[in-house]
């Protein structure tokens, strides 16, 4: 079984600060992979993508891949009160045309 | 900014009737797909749907499930006899035909609880 994996939290961030979120694959040929923000009760809407190892910034957003760990990250920097949420790391994995394989989710809490 | 629309956004149901989520994907969009998500659950991919055929489906997309483009806008999935384990939030979902990344659009969702 393929998995994406994410610790559930809570992660309680003061509001300003960096949060840092973090997810690991099981498929080594994973090859794109994404994070999305999920409010609750709502659907999920991207963020980012990244493909190649090293960081991909965005705005407040950073998106880092490390394919020899396995590992993709997300920093949000200068936290905000509308920033907290559950944030869904999904990736596609080898052999798979497009389906999305999603993490559980961290919930996010910014504390202002 | 363009959207992907789902209906119903709520149903309720009994068990072993049968359920048709309907989605109105992106106009230009051309791939289409469905995902759910039990209450407290990841989300899961179901399906994915390109040129009027199934491009990949996952094992949750037994024989009860199917779905279908019936005309140039609507893309709909059907459960034939639904299950208590069937009540979940179903996601549609679109992407352009063309560029390197594959972003998806979700629809705000349709959420069916089967009693």
């Keep these: 079984q393929k998995e994406v994996e994410q610790n559930s939290g809570p992660l309680s961030v003061p509001e300003g600060a960096i949060a840092s979120l973090n997810c690991t694959y099981s498929d080594r040929g994973s090859q794109s992979f994404f994070w999305y923000r999920q409010y609750s009760g709502k659907s999920p809407e991207l963020i980012m993508f990244i493909y190649s190892n090293g960081d991909k910034e965005d705005g407040r957003f950073t998106a880092q891949l490390n394919k020899a760990s396995q590992y993709v990250s997300l920093l949000i920097r200068d936290s905000q009160p509308s920033d907290s949420a559950t944030y869904l790391c999904a990736v596609i994995q080898r052999g798979g045309a497009d389906g999305l394989t999603f993490g559980k989710g961290t919930h996010l809490i910014i504390q202002p | ?115």
């Design chain 2, 1 to 115: 900014e363009p959207e992907v629309t789902q209906t119903p956004s709520h149903q309720v149901t009994q068990m072993g009737q049968e359920v048709i989520l309907r989605c109105v994907p992106i106009s230009n969009h051309l791939y289409f797909y469905w995902y759910r998500q039990i209450l407290g659950q990841k989300v899961e991919f179901l399906v994915s749907f390109y040129n009027n055929e199934i491009s990949e489906k996952s094992e949750i997309f037994d024989d009860q499930f199917s779905v279908e483009r019936p005309d140039g806008s609507n893309f709909t999935l059907k459960i034939r006899s639904t299950k208590l384990e069937d009540s979940a939030m179903y996601f549609c979902a679109s992407r352009p035909p063309f560029g390197g990344a594959n972003v998806l659009t979700f629809g705000a969702g349709s959420r069916l609880t089967v009693l």
